[in-house]
Nanobody, 125 residues
Framework: QVQLVESGGGLVQAGDSLRLSCAAS????????MGWFRQAPGKEREFVAG????????YYKDSVKGRFTISRHNAKNTVYLQMNSLKPEDTAVYYC??????????????????WGKGTPVTVSS
């Protein structure tokens, strides 16, 4: 029932910034925990960041702490990922996700209820 559409990806140089957006429709956005995942070429999809229903709690993969910030604007049905100080190892397709449980977002990728189709991010040296 929920559709997620990512935008904002692109090609940048190391040290640059990007802000990804995920627009949700077809459900009650404020009832879902939201997250961002990424998948690099030849690698498995991995958790990057998560945020609770109210936005009061956020969680991050260790390698992006201090560089990435997840936020949400419930009135706009949108979640964001601000990415600063980008590194070549951040290159991946980034996926937006929604689930009723923040624990599923954080620890159970296979159990996530809804996925976007992804937006590619390429960071050059």
């Amino acid at each position: 029932q929920v559709q997620l559409v990512e935008s904002g990806g692109g090609l940048v140089q190391a040290g640059d910034s990007l802000r990804l957006s995920c627009a949700a429709s077809g459900g009650t956005f404020s009832s879902y925990a939201m997250g961002w995942f990424r998948q690099a070429p030849g690698k498995e999809r991995e958790f990057v960041a998560g945020i609770t229903w109210t936005g009061s709690s956020t969680y991050y993969k260790d390698s992006v702490k201090g560089r990435f910030t997840i936020s949400r604007h419930n009135a706009k049905n949108t979640v964001y990922l601000q990415m600063n100080s980008l590194k070549p190892e951040d290159t991946a397709v980034y996926y937006c996700a929604a689930d009723s449980e923040i624990l599923t977002i954080r620890f159970s990728l296979a159990g996530v209820d809804y996925w976007g189709k992804g937006t590619p991010v390429t960071v050059s040296s």
